[in-house]
């Protein structure tokens, strides 16, 4: 019976490629990166699906019960992972007690926020020294000063925090920061009589977001952005929730920033790590197949909806990220 539902899932329609990177039209509302069920079927495609990927809480226990003697390393996405989608993404703020969780997740195991984001921005929603930041996808990456491989060094300079550490600045993107920056002007330019448009600068990547434009505007925000990017050939356009996203066309992503976070951390070279990765959209995908090709890790989907992901576990929403991050803190502070 399981498997029934899950080849009429597939075949009605509403599974689409995780890692697809070409521009996706927008020229229908879409909630997610990926159509979901509208009819009866839902329920039971969820149940079906949830077969597949299990509940990370309900799991819990098994999932602890790997790591012992091993070293669990935690990555968290930000916006509708911490903190929920909101129409204003500006306002994007995650709850007290999620900070809380967070902090105490932190003074336990290594923690990194890694986000399309810009790192301050990020920051600045968290507010938390005891994490690690990863901003613009990975191009922005604030870690630990210790030495990584040589192919890493130059993009590497050293710096301070503002509570005075060292760290380490990690930005493959660099060198496209001028270019980054005209094309920002120019969307802000073009987009400025749409209604609800918001151009939002993230540094080594530029997020457009149309979750408060009018549907009949779809169109003629996609021909206007289409316009601008279609002038520089090394930028890549990707689609998230309600958000078009411009980004240099480098071989970075957040899987490549999570195996950058490990080697930074000292465990590049280990076998007794866990990396344990909840996120909720498609870029976070990267990361999840890295931890597959692991072998090891734990990686877990935030998602109400059936959707085709390398993940092996799943959360349905920011409370249920909270309820994990709470349970898994407990856990290592009943441990010791």
């Known amino acids: 019976m399981r498997r029934n539902l899950l080849e009429v899932w597939k075949a009605i329609g509403f599974l689409k490629a995780a890692n697809q990177q070409n521009k996706e039209a927008i020229s229908k509302p879409k909630n997610d990166y990926f159509d979901a069920p509208t009819n ?15 509940s990370a809480i309900t799991f819990f226990d098994q999932l602890v019960s790997k790591a012992k003697g ?3 390393v935690v990555f968290l996405d930000y916006d509708g992972t911490l903190s929920p989608i909101v129409d204003d993404p500006d306002r994007a703020f995650m709850s007290d007690e999620m900070r809380s969780a967070v902090r105490e997740v932190a003074r336990n195991f290594p923690t990194t926020i890694i986000s399309g984001r810009s790192r ?8 938390l020294t005891e994490v690690y930041y ?3 996808h990975g191009m922005d990456i604030m870690g630990p000063p210790h030495q990584v491989k040589p192919c890493y060094s130059q993009y590497q300079i050293k710096a301070v925090d503002k509570q005075g550490n060292e760290v380490t600045l990690f930005q493959p993107a660099k060198d496209f920061l001028p270019a980054i920056q005209k094309i920002s002007n120019m969307l802000e330019e073009k987009t400025q009589k749409i209604e609800g448009a918001m151009i939002e600068d993230n540094r080594f990547c530029i997020s457009v977001h149309f979750r408060r434009v009018h549907e009949k505007d779809y169109d003629t925000l996609e021909e206007k952005v289409t316009s601008v990017i279609k002038n520089y050939p090394e930028f890549r356009l990707t ?3 309600k958000v078009m996203e411009i980004r240099p066309s480098i071989k970075w992503d957040k899987g490549y920033a ?3 976070l490990l080697d930074t951390l000292g465990f590049g070279d280990s076998s007794d790590v866990l990396p344990l990765y909840i996120g909720d959209d498609r870029t976070d995908e990267d990361a999840f197949k ?16 059936p959707k085709e992901t390398k993940a092996a576990y799943s959360l349905r929403d920011p409370s249920e990220v909270l309820s994990f991050l709470t349970l898994l803190a407990q856990w290592r502070n009943s441990a010791d």
């Open 239 to 241: 689609s998230g929730k």
């Open 40 to 54: 009866d079927l839902t329920d039971q495609c969820y149940n079906s699906w949830m077969m597949e990927h299990p």
């Open 258 to 260: 999570l195996e950058y």
């Open 120 to 127: 301050e921005k990020v920051y600045g929603f968290v507010q």
């Open 290 to 305: 890295v931890i597959r090709r692991r072998g090891e890790g734990y990686p877990i989907i935030v998602t109400t909806t």
């Open 134 to 136: 990863a901003g613009s």
């Open 70 to 72: 091993k070293s669990i």
